[in-house]
């Protein structure tokens, strides 16, 4: 089995080369070989083929569900924001980038196209056994990106390419759940404040 090139510290030629197409029948032997690679990581939610070594315009999305991306376009985008993201690529190198709240795409093995939206939906017109927390549009949000990337990487781009500078800095270091608690108790802080 393949496995993700670290471009830190190898080479990777097809990181910054737009890829082949390829049929769907190939693209799909393809996309089951990354999602194989992402369950035995168990550490990324989406892959595209370049990042393990193979040419061939083919991405797998895990977010809400498995996605597979073959020859895929994005033909709208709405809705500029910030968001911050990594890549598999490129460990602990995590950087700020522009990316779209919504975006509409083509893929060779799906009929017509498909909208990815992280916009905030309306409570009206939601049953009472609907969630109305923030989670599902985080998770949405988070697809959209997701699959915003992998297309970039099936195109040549990595997310450093589009790295913008803010000015957000974290004034206070968060505790993690597994740290003494800061009210002193000698307990973890998953288990006495949280």
């Not at 089951?32 to 989406?46: A, H, P, S, V």
């Not at 602990?92 to 779209?100: A, E, I, Q, W, Y």
């Not at 990106?145 to 450093?160: A, F, K, R, S, T």
């Amino acid at each position: 089995m393949k496995k993700v090139i670290n471009c830190i510290k190898d080479s990777n030629p097809l990181i910054n080369q737009k890829l082949k197409e390829v049929s769907v029948e190939e693209g799909n032997v393809i996309a089951t070989e990354l999602f194989q690679i992402l369950n035995k990581r168990k550490d990324g939610i989406g892959l595209a083929a370049n990042q393990v070594g193979i040419d061939a315009q083919v991405a797998v999305v895990n977010v809400r569900k498995p996605l597979v991306l073959i020859n895929p376009k994005i033909i709208s985008k709405e809705n500029e924001i910030n968001y911050y993201e990594g890549c598999l690529s490129y460990p602990k190198k995590g950087v700020h980038t522009k990316r779209f709240e919504t975006i509409e795409i083509t893929s060779d093995n799906v009929e017509g196209s498909l909208i990815f939206s992280g916009v905030e939906t309306s409570t009206e017109g939601k049953g009472s056994w609907e969630k109305s927390d923030d989670s599902d549009r985080d998770l949405r949000l988070l697809e959209t990106v997701c699959v915003q990337h992998e297309i970039d990487h099936l195109n040549g781009i990595i997310c450093m390419d589009r790295k913008i500078e803010t000015s957000y800095k974290r004034t206070e270091k968060k505790v993690g759940r597994n740290e003494p608690c800061p009210c002193g108790s000698g307990k973890k802080y998953k288990k006495c404040c949280q």
